[in-house]
């Protein structure tokens, strides 16, 4: 079980939506592999990469997103993490938070763990999901000719957006960003808020 | 809402009013819950209040990281949820631990003091300990008039210390409820 018969790169599309980021756009990736690729497109201060806490990363963003309603957050996350927290999903969709993104990388395996088939490779559709939860735009890109509307979704439409994005499962090395969570907690606050972010 | 006589005589004082201030004192802006009906009046005046966003989760773990995320863009929060709820949050407090951002967490209890409901008791039994075990600071109120400054010292400590911290509102405070009072009789 080498293949899950898709082709888009997972480094490659996390590079393009992080591309010519600035200090608008604020990033929460879940553990595991959004973590590496987030990671590898550029390690920044305003962007948290869990290294644990699965299932926190939507929640997380919505709490960042209420906070800050004038910058672009944007939940990068996998597969695995997200069908953790789908209640979350109701939660973005009460709230429905216009500056809030969710993009899932979608191999439709815990990649982490043994490549194990999650609840999507059986077609559970988490679109159609985020849709019925409340989401106002969602899209699934398959091929490359998707990736622009995903980009438009992650990073500019109103949201809340999720958008879906089936990658192919591939032996990547790991890139890590720091691990100290109050470090990570500090150096993001600084950069958002200024120095009196340690206070 | 029946409750027993075993409630705290000093639930004459306006508890729910003096924890909603002392929220107002602290600026807290996003208060998020599973509800309960010992936080139904809190929870009124939060809805009510223009600056505070009172956000209803599915499970409370959510609550555990909405306020991370909401201390990284700045602003205070605060958990309220019922102790069967704490049991929910277990792993989701790692980012307590591991991130050191204020946590305030007020828990209504059930399970202990006069409980009707079997169901109920052993994780009201568990909740202090299973705090405790990850990392969390917990501070009890066993009386209606203390509720206040129990709060106030419990958003000090988390505020200023970046620690999660917890404030048990015990039944004896916020009544037990007796299920009998409320069901058909009996043929």
Redesign the interface.
Known sequence: MNSNGYSLKRRAVVAGLLADRGDDL?V?TGLGGANWDATAAGDSPLT?PLW?????????????????PA?RVLVLTGDGDLLM?L??L??IG??RPANLAVVVLDNERYGETGRQRTATAAGVDLCAIARGAGFVATTEARVESGLAELHRLARAADGPTLSVVKISMEPLKIVMPPR???Y??DR??IA??GED?IF | MTESSLADPATAVDWPSDIFRVLKDWDVRQVCHVPDAGHLKLLTQCEDDNDIRTVTLTTEEEGVALLLGAWLGGERGCLLMQSSGVGNTINMLSLAKTCRYPLLMLVTMRGEYGEFNPWQVPMGQATRATMEAMGVIVLDAWEGERVGETVEAAAKLAFNGQVAVAVCLTQRVIGAKDFRALAEPKA
């Not at chain 1, 644990?52 to 800050?68: D, E, K, T, V």
Request: net charge positive.
């Open positions: 604020l929460v948290f644990g806490a699965m299932g926190g990363a939507l929640p997380m963003g919505l709490g960042l997103a209420l906070a800050q910058k927290s209640g979350c109701a939660t009460v709230e100290d969570g109050a990570l907690k993001f606050r958002l808020l972010g």
